[in-house]
């Protein structure tokens, strides 16, 4: 079983549309998840940042974290064609700042 | 506001050539790491730095790869006599504390020919 399992995707959503994205994990050590957004040929960059389980929201952007259940959600509210781009989650446990990647979900916000 | 910057941005290389892809972490950030990301795959820790020293490092960071802080504000790492498969892009990050917040710079793509 894969560390942390994401779906390719792509998915692609009419704008104004709620997104949802999500990752499940398998090892119970994680305690920091994070979203990342990654436009073609750049750098990740950091969108959410959550510690343990709960939700935290930014915005359009609300991270959530069910540890019982080893998933986390990204939702994106009111998709925006800008909102086009490679999602990928990470996460890692508390003794080590290595992030572990999922593979990413491609987003297509169609106008 | 401030971001990670990494040189060059493309580099293309014969095989058993060495390499060193460079970049400059945020000013007040403390802890480094590399990243890669081959075509189409995930992106994948090779190793972190703190205090002049390794913290940690992956099992594709082997005896071909360093890191280095050779001055105040540069982190490089140095791939000694390069392969095929380390065709990737290549990613900085730092982080201002032992936390998770990590920022990535754009990424050099490494070509090897």
Known sequence: QKEVEQDPGPLSVPEGAIVSLNCTYSNSAFQYFMWYRQYSRKGPELLMYTYSSGNKEDGRFTAQVDKSSKYISLFIRDSQPSDSATYLCAMSPGHTDKLIFGTGTRLQVFP | ?113
């Open chain 2, 1 to 113: 506001e401030p971001e990670v910057t990494q040189t060059p941005s493309h580099q293309v290389t014969q095989m058993g050539q060495e390499v060193i892809l460079r970049c400059v972490p945020i000013s007040n950030h403390l802890y480094f790491y590399w990243y890669r990301q081959i075509l189409g795959q995930k992106v994948e820790f090779l190793v972190s730095f703190y205090n002049n020293e390794i913290s940690e490092k992956s099992e594709i960071f082997d005896d071909q790869f360093s890191v280095e802080r050779p001055d105040g504000s540069n982190f490089t790492l140095k791939i000694r006599s390069t392969k095929l498969e380390d065709s990737a892009m290549y990613f900085c990050t730092s982080s201002p504390s032992a936390g998770k917040t990590q920022y990535f710079g754009p990424g050099t793509r490494l070509l090897v020919l």
